[in-house]
Structures are given as C-alpha cells and as structure tokens.
C-alpha cells in the first residue's frame, strides 16, 4: 500500500470522489501544508494556521496507479483558481499535492507540464510541495459525504464531483459503489 495527499477544496468534496474508486483502500479527511501543530478545523477555516484542507489517500498500485489518481484529482476541481474551489474561498481551499516521495513529486509535475502543453488547463496554481505532516480531522469530517447525502452543500458540490468519476472513470469505480 502506498499514500497519495491532495488538497482540492473541501476535503468532503474530494473524499467523496476517490472513495470511488477500486483500489483505494481509505480516504482520509484532514490538514496539511501549515504551520500549526495539531490544528482543529476552526482554526484552519480561519485561515491562520497556513494549513489546507486535504484527503490523504491509502491505494494499492497494483490496481490504480498515481498517475491515475492525478488525472481524477485534476478532473473532480479547477486547479486554475488560487485559493478558492466553488464556493469556498481561502488559503485552506488550495489546488495542492504533498507528495510522500520523490517519485510522486517528480511524476506530479510532469502530469502538470502535460496538462499544460497540451492546453488542458491554462494557468495551473496547483502547489507541488513534499508532505511534512499530516493531520487527520475531526471524526465529523470523516466520511461525512456518505453519513450527509441530503446535507445541501453535500447535493450541490460533493455529488457531481461523485457522478463525474462514475462517468468519467467507470472502468476504475469499486464495483460496489
């Protein structure tokens, strides 16, 4: 098993996506990228502690490789908007990966120079950086998609992301989903 941490809005809205997906064994909600040792979700929405919000993933390469969980995450948000992802706006709601190796940071900034060349996005703000720490969140947040699937912001901004990749990526969806 190997970890994958990526930062693409509200983590609910991430989670629910890659939890999709066949060969990702766990999503995990929570902050990286700050300051702040053992911050609480208050503080981080306060946008103080230089921390965003973001899933760290446990997959199994043999059934979905990093570069697969790259093109999902450049699919499920708009890697052009700097500090912002629909209607959340912020520091905390930054495009970012924390890679967890060389390989990963070195494979991330291909797969964006790709993106680039080939017109895909223009203007990718998307931080690429080495994961420090990471810290999980708050239990409330943790799968919150699936335990809120009437909750509004969960209908109007974690769904479609949701659908997008049992669209987009059917050939990857657990076939229990």
């Not at 998307?126 to 969960?154: M, R, S, V, W």
């Not at 209908?155 to 989903?177: C, G, I, T, Y």
Request: aromatic letters at 12%; charged letters at 25%.
């Amino acid at each position: 098993m190997e970890l994958a941490t990526f930062g693409g809005g509200c983590f609910w809205c991430v989670e629910a996506a890659f939890e999709e997906l066949e060969g990702v064994e766990s999503v995990t909600s929570g902050y990286a990228g700050g300051e702040t040792e053992d911050p609480t979700y208050e503080a981080v929405c306060s946008g103080r502690t230089g921390h965003a919000e973001v899933v760290q993933l446990e997959y199994d390469p043999g059934r979905i490789a990093y570069a697969d969980l790259l093109e999902v995450f450049f699919t499920i948000h708009d890697p052009t908007t700097l500090n912002r992802e629909g209607p959340d706006v912020g520091s905390q709601y930054r495009s970012a990966i924390y890679a967890h190796d060389d390989d990963q940071l070195e494979t991330a900034a291909a797969f964006v120079d790709e993106l680039e060349a080939e017109g895909v996005y223009e203007g990718i703000v998307t931080g690429i950086e080495p994961l420090e720490t990471f810290y999980e969140a708050e239990e409330y947040h943790q799968n919150y998609f699936e335990k809120n699937p009437t909750d509004a912001y969960c209908r109007m901004h974690a769904a479609p992301k949701v659908e997008k990749v049992r669209d987009r990526f059917a050939e990857n969806v657990a076939p229990d989903q």
